[in-house]
């Protein structure tokens, strides 16, 4: 089987990701401005501005190998501190952009400052998402210590992985 790069997931991320927020951006451009003609602008623009900064996000996040007490952090308090710093990332865009086309700072401000709940929002769920995916990754990380998890090595083999409470009451069972 053909092995896919990290690349090449990222770059999935990155596009299916600009799908949604380049819907959400044009509705709520189209809503603060009452022109659906800006918003259409602001999202085009903004399609190719946050696809190049989504995935030199991805790829920094890629790299960026958080822990808490020598143990890697939760899946889902990555994703919560990938969200928020790439929220804070796209809103400036986002208020630099729509700034610049309605010639309208207050109109950047509202548009940026509105997305903030809705896009965080999205992306959190968008990386939920893309957790359960495994396009692109050599071998699927486990779950959350304690639930157990599924991993698979290069030949596409299955290991159940079984937490530690488990394999001790085995070895009790069998001395």
């Known amino acids: 089987m053909k092995k896919i790069s990290s690349h090449a997931r990222h770059i999935a991320k990155a596009l299916s990701w600009r799908l949604l927020g380049t819907l959400d951006t044009f509705m709520l451009a189209w809503l603060v401005t009452g022109d659906h003609f800006l918003g259409f602008k602001i999202g085009g623009v903004e399609l190719f501005t946050k696809t190049l900064l989504f995935y ?3 790829r920094g996040w890629y790299r960026l190998h958080l822990t808490r007490k020598g143990k890697p952090i939760s899946s889902k308090t990555r994703h919560l501190l990938k969200t928020v710093s790439y929220r804070i990332v796209g809103t400036i865009d986002t208020i630099i952009i729509a700034w610049i086309i309605t010639d309208n700072p ?5 548009i940026g400052v509105s997305e903030v709940g809705t896009k965080m929002f999205l992306y959190y769920l968008h990386e939920r998402l893309w957790y359960h995916i495994n396009f692109g990754l050599e071998k699927r990380q486990g779950k959350e210590k304690g639930k157990g998890s599924v991993q698979v090595d290069e030949k596409a083999q299955a290991k159940i992985t079984i937490d ?10 069998q001395n």
Request: hydrophobic letters at 45%.
């Open 56 to 58: 030199l996000h991805e």
């Open 164 to 173: 530690k409470k488990k394999i001790s009451e085995e070895v009790i069972f």
């Open 106 to 110: 207050f109109a950047g401000l509202k």
